[in-house]
């Protein structure tokens, strides 16, 4: 009998050995382990940046002496500073510039020359300076409450259609150089100025067309002669660079609220 307990102790005990060994089968309710290995994971997505396509945006800059630079070099004339500076947000575009100006135009004669010339309506920018010449030859200022109106409306027509592409740019004071000191009038120079500069900031406003304002600028021109070029009358490329300092910012705002990348 004890012999018979024995077998039967033995035997179940080899069952439960056996019964250990048995592997158990992976299901959903006992999933395989999962072993990570550092140096075998797969790399992380790259980082992709979205880069801007090259596009093209035009300027037209139209004026009179002070738009075409007179006694400063070509690159250093307003509107080529102010490509570069549009052009230096983005590298990515281009801004071909066109310039319909030149020195001792009046109102009458910018007009003249934008009719024979007859630009395309498709500028993404257009900056107007003028008048000086209508105050420095003593036209009548009824000349220029005509025909600054008419030269604003031609800008918006050259830039889409659209007035916010549009940038007036107020007439500086050369009452403030070595010319405008030797010619006596500099209190009448200043006054008359003021009155154009006025009639443009009106129109402006009532019309919602951009304006800066850079006449405080030409009036340092006493206490800091390197804002006046050489020739003793007009700006100097420093000074310019403080009209595209202001201007830039403007113009670089219309452009983005196109949609034009910078």
Wanted: hydrophobic share 35%; proline share 7%; aromatic share 10%.
């Amino acid at each position: 009998m004890k012999k018979q307990y024995q077998i039967i102790v033995a035997f179940s005990l080899l069952l439960f050995i056996v019964g250990c060994s048995i592997e158990i089968p992976i299901s959903e309710t006992n999933p395989a382990p999962v072993v990570t290995n550092p140096t075998t994971a797969p790399n992380p997505a790259p980082l992709i940046v979205q880069q801007t396509q090259n596009q093209t945006f035009s300027y037209l800059a139209i004026g009179d002496g002070y738009t075409i630079g007179q006694s400063v070099c070509e690159t250093c004339r307003f509107p080529e500073q102010l490509k570069k500076s549009l052009s230096n947000l983005n590298p990515n575009n281009t801004y071909p510039l066109k310039i319909i100006a030149q020195t001792g135009w009046t109102t009458t004669n910018l007009i003249s020359a934008i009719n024979l010339q007859n630009p395309a309506s498709d500028y993404d920018l257009v900056t107007l300076l003028i008048g000086v010449n209508n105050q420095y030859q003593s036209k009548p200022f009824s000349l220029y409450e005509k025909e600054f109106p008419e030269l604003v409306i031609k800008a918006i027509a050259f830039a889409k259609g659209d007035k916010a592409n549009v940038i007036v740019v107020y007439i500086p004071d050369y009452a403030y150089t070595p010319f405008g000191q030797g010619s006596g009038n500099q209190s009448r120079i200043s006054l008359e100025i003021d009155g154009y500069n006025a009639f443009a900031k009106k129109y402006c406003i009532d019309n919602t067309i951009e304006f800066i304002d850079i006449t405080d600028i030409s009036r340092q021109g006493l206490t800091n002669p390197n804002l006046v070029a050489q020739d003793g009358l007009h700006p100097s490329e420093l000074a310019y660079s403080l009209f595209v300092e202001r201007i830039l910012p403007k113009a670089a705002q219309q452009f983005k609220n196109k949609n034009i990348p910078f």
